[in-house]
């Protein structure tokens, strides 16, 4: 667990609550191919988790099943990638195991949002708004609101590809805008410096070859 004490212990009570307990959870009952990765493994799913509870807690007020359901997401939006790149359909695959594990363990409560919150998290928005208008109907908006603060709260992460990772035009919700200071600092707290110094340099490397795509 990397996430400090000092970012957590002056969250509001819900954020720090639903933090700590889903942080807990992915350790204990996800199985993730790449857990190690310096790019896609635990450090950033704890990353993600944060960012989405505290940006939910702004754009939802009091909606603690929103909160829930952007939880899941982090917990097990990128479980099934395969490298470090684009890899663009792991949250296709990520999904399917979301699915699975619900099918397999009946009391856990689960939330057809998530779905299609990770399978589309690495698609074009549009295609993802499509699909979530064409899933949720009259309650098709309020998805659509919570696919856009995860992709927010994903590509605030992305301070770990270098300082070129993020750009903030790019993000959907003023409130992920308000955290990108924080996101940034976030990083360099919790990954060493000689580590993020060599992903960045080959993020720049992998960039001409279109490997990485901006956000």
Same mark, same amino acid.
């Not at 909160?67 to 684009?86: Q, T």
């Not at 709260?153 to 035009?169: H, I, S, V, Y």
């Not at 707290?189 to 901006?214: C, F, G, H, P």
């Given at each position: 667990?990397?996430?400090?004490?000092?970012?957590?212990?002056?969250?509001? +009570?819900?954020?720090?609550?639903?933090?700590?307990?889903?942080?807990?959870?992915?350790?204990? &009952?996800?199985?993730?191919?790449?857990?190690?990765?310096? $790019?896609? %493994?635990?450090?950033?799913? +704890?990353?993600?988790?944060?960012?989405?509870?505290?940006?939910?807690?702004?754009?939802?007020? %009091?909606?603690?099943?929103?909160?829930?359901?952007?939880?899941?997401?982090? $917990?097990?939006?990128?479980?099934?990638?395969?490298?470090?790149?684009?890899?663009? %359909?792991?949250?296709?695959? &990520?999904?399917?195991?979301?699915?699975?594990?619900?099918?397999? #363990?009946?009391?856990?409560?689960?939330?057809?949002? $998530?779905?299609?919150?990770?399978?589309?998290?690495?698609?074009?928005?549009?295609?993802?708004?499509?699909?979530?208008?064409?899933?949720?109907?009259?309650?098709?908006?309020?998805?659509?609101?919570?696919?856009?603060?995860?992709?927010?709260?994903?590509?605030?992460?992305?301070?770990?590809?270098?300082?070129?990772?993020?750009?903030?035009?790019?993000?959907?919700?003023?409130?992920?805008?308000?955290?990108?200071?924080?996101?940034?600092?976030? $990083?360099?707290?919790?990954?060493?410096?000689?580590?993020?110094? +060599?992903?960045?340099?080959?993020?720049?490397?992998?960039?001409? +070859? #279109?490997?990485?795509?901006?956000?």
């Amino acid at each position: 667990m990397i996430v400090p004490d000092s970012y957590t212990e002056n969250l509001s +009570e819900p954020v720090r609550r639903l933090f700590l307990k889903w942080r807990q959870f992915m350790y204990s &009952a996800v199985r993730y191919t790449r857990p190690d990765s310096p $790019v896609h %493994g635990m450090e950033h799913y +704890e990353r993600v988790l944060l960012h989405a509870l505290m940006i939910a807690e702004k754009e939802l007020p %009091g909606d603690e099943k929103a909160m829930e359901i952007l939880a899941h997401a982090a $917990v097990w939006h990128d479980s099934r990638r395969l490298d470090e790149y684009l890899d663009t %359909g792991h949250g296709a695959r &990520a999904a399917v195991y979301y699915h699975e594990f619900c099918s397999e #363990n009946p009391a856990f409560r689960c939330h057809p949002e $998530v779905e299609d919150i990770m399978r589309f998290h690495d698609i074009d928005d549009r295609k993802g708004n499509e699909r979530i208008d064409h899933d949720f109907g009259d309650r098709a908006e309020y998805v659509k609101k919570l696919y856009h603060i995860f992709k927010d709260a994903d590509a605030l992460d992305r301070w770990r590809l270098g300082d070129t990772g993020l750009d903030p035009k790019f993000l959907r919700t003023e409130t992920a805008r308000s955290l990108t200071s924080f996101s940034r600092k976030l $990083v360099r707290d919790t990954m060493d410096k000689e580590l993020l110094y +060599e992903i960045s340099a080959e993020v720049r490397r992998s960039q001409k +070859e #279109n490997k990485w795509k901006k956000c």
